[in-house]
């Protein structure tokens, strides 16, 4: 005998857990064997409809179905036999929704010598529900969250300053040194934001503030060695933290994932413009 742990959403139920013994779906394509499947098939498609029109219902002790069966009962049985994913596509008895507001845990039960009720079914592979949209908003709150936390958990990485000042060290980095306006459009904050984050990393000797030799009305950053430094340590902290959030997904998937939070980050940034 095999078990299975469901969640299935979370009903208004006075249950707070439940047990499924050999409850299943009667999907003709998870039953086990080719003449079993054969025959179900052959009486949920033929026999059934042909007996419910001949004797009124369905005389299921005389064929080994179990028990008779009302011809309604059984015509609908038959029916969801033929739908992907059994009653959850009967819009009738809403069972998608239903079934998505059960939160309680449910242990589910197959037993491998029953070629209907085996582990696979039984633990709702005929039954699984289309898949639901992901709550994004909230999975990306949860994982920014997780990120700051595991980032905060590492201080030695910053030198003595915040993560978020890393951040400003890293443009600098790549040019040796650059202009306020360009650091800001970079980090997506507001010029003073960075003039004012800039004095501290100033003061912590990461940056000196120097002026440009073109244009006198601009001011630049500029890396100390100090400061080179710690931006090659915060490089390597942030490797790793990258190489631990890609594991298991593929070039294609973390292709996906980068083009969806640029998307998001454009879309968000166009309705603030709206506003």
Same mark, same amino acid.
């Given at each position: 005998?095999?078990?299975?742990?469901?969640?299935?959403?979370?009903?208004?139920?006075?249950?707070?857990?439940?047990?499924?013994?050999?409850?299943?779906?009667?999907?003709?394509?998870?039953?086990?064997?080719?003449?079993?499947?054969?025959?179900?098939?052959?009486?949920?498609?033929?026999?059934?409809?042909?007996?419910?029109?001949?004797?009124?219902?369905?005389?299921?002790?005389?064929?080994?179905?179990?028990?008779?069966?009302?011809?309604?009962?059984?015509?609908?049985?038959?029916?969801?036999?033929?739908?992907?994913?059994?009653?959850?596509?009967?819009?009738?008895?809403?069972?998608?929704?239903?079934?998505?507001?059960?939160?309680?845990?449910?242990?589910?039960?197959?037993?491998?010598?029953?070629?209907?009720?085996?582990?696979? $079914? @039984? /633990?709702?592979?005929?039954?699984?529900?289309?898949?639901? &949209?992901?709550?994004? %908003?909230?999975? *990306?709150?949860? !994982? +920014?969250?997780?990120?700051?936390?595991?980032?905060?958990?590492?201080?030695?990485?910053?030198?003595?300053?915040?993560?978020?000042?890393?951040?400003?060290?890293?443009?600098?980095?790549?040019?040796?040194?650059?202009?306020?306006?360009?650091?800001?459009?970079?980090?997506?904050?507001? $010029? @003073? /934001?960075?003039?004012?984050?800039?004095?501290?990393?100033? &003061?912590?000797?990461? %940056?000196?503030? *120097?002026?440009? !030799? +073109?244009?006198?009305?601009?001011?630049?950053?500029?890396?100390?060695?100090?400061?080179?430094?710690?931006?090659?340590?915060?490089?390597?902290?942030?490797?790793?933290?990258?190489?631990?959030?890609?594991?298991?997904?593929?070039?294609?998937?973390?292709?996906?994932?980068?083009?969806?939070?640029?998307?998001?980050?454009?879309?968000?940034?166009?309705?603030?413009?709206?506003?």
């Amino acid at each position: 005998m095999r078990s299975s742990w469901g969640g299935a959403g979370a009903g208004e139920s006075a249950l707070s857990a439940a047990v499924l013994v050999a409850s299943h779906a009667g999907v003709t394509r998870t039953i086990r064997g080719v003449a079993e499947r054969a025959r179900v098939w052959a009486v949920m498609r033929i026999l059934a409809p042909l007996s419910c029109a001949v004797f009124g219902y369905m005389p299921g002790r005389r064929i080994g179905l179990g028990e008779d069966l009302p011809r309604g009962v059984m015509l609908q049985w038959s029916r969801w036999t033929t739908l992907p994913h059994y009653f959850y596509d009967d819009p009738a008895i809403d069972a998608a929704r239903r079934a998505a507001s059960v939160r309680i845990p449910l242990l589910m039960l197959g037993f491998d010598d029953d070629p209907w009720a085996n582990p696979r $079914p @039984a /633990a709702g592979g005929a039954m699984t529900l289309p898949a639901k &949209a992901p709550r994004f %908003v909230l999975l *990306v709150n949860r !994982a +920014q969250r997780a990120i700051g936390h595991w980032i905060e958990r590492r201080p030695e990485a910053w030198d003595g300053i915040s993560p978020a000042q890393v951040g400003l060290l890293f443009l600098p980095a790549a040019r040796n040194e650059a202009p306020v306006g360009e650091i800001a459009q970079a980090l997506d904050v507001a $010029p @003073a /934001a960075v003039t004012n984050l800039s004095k501290r990393v100033q &003061a912590a000797n990461l %940056v000196e503030r *120097v002026g440009d !030799a +073109q244009d006198g009305r601009l001011t630049r950053l500029r890396l100390t060695p100090a400061g080179a430094a710690a931006c090659t340590t915060a490089h390597a902290v942030l490797d790793q933290l990258n190489a631990r959030l890609l594991q298991g997904f593929t070039a294609d998937e973390q292709a996906v994932v980068a083009r969806w939070l640029n998307h998001a980050a454009v879309v968000m940034s166009e309705g603030d413009k709206e506003l």
